[in-house]
């Protein structure tokens, strides 16, 4: 969730420091991120399903908070 909530867009992106390769290939099964490039210039970015799912999870959050 953390991978997803800090995707900045669907913009190809570095992953936020510590995200470990088990992170990222989980969020990639379940159709959230794409992932290219090997080991240090591994980026991802999310595709529309997980574009979709970080809008829906922050409105979530933002209804909670009120």
Same mark, same amino acid.
């Given at each position: 969730?953390? *991978?997803?909530?800090?995707a900045d867009g669907m913009a190809w992106q570095s @992953? @936020?420091?510590?995200t470990s390769l088990k992170t990222l290939s989980e969020a990639e099964e379940q159709?959230?991120?794409?992932i290219r490039g090997e080991f240090q210039k591994r980026q991802f970015r999310l595709t529309e399903l997980g574009s979709d799912y970080v809008e829906r999870?922050?409105?979530? *959050?933002?209804?909670?908070?009120?």
């Open positions: 969730m953390v *991978l997803l909530h800090s @992953p @936020p420091k510590g159709g959230f991120i794409l999870d922050k409105r979530r *959050l933002e209804a909670r908070r009120l």
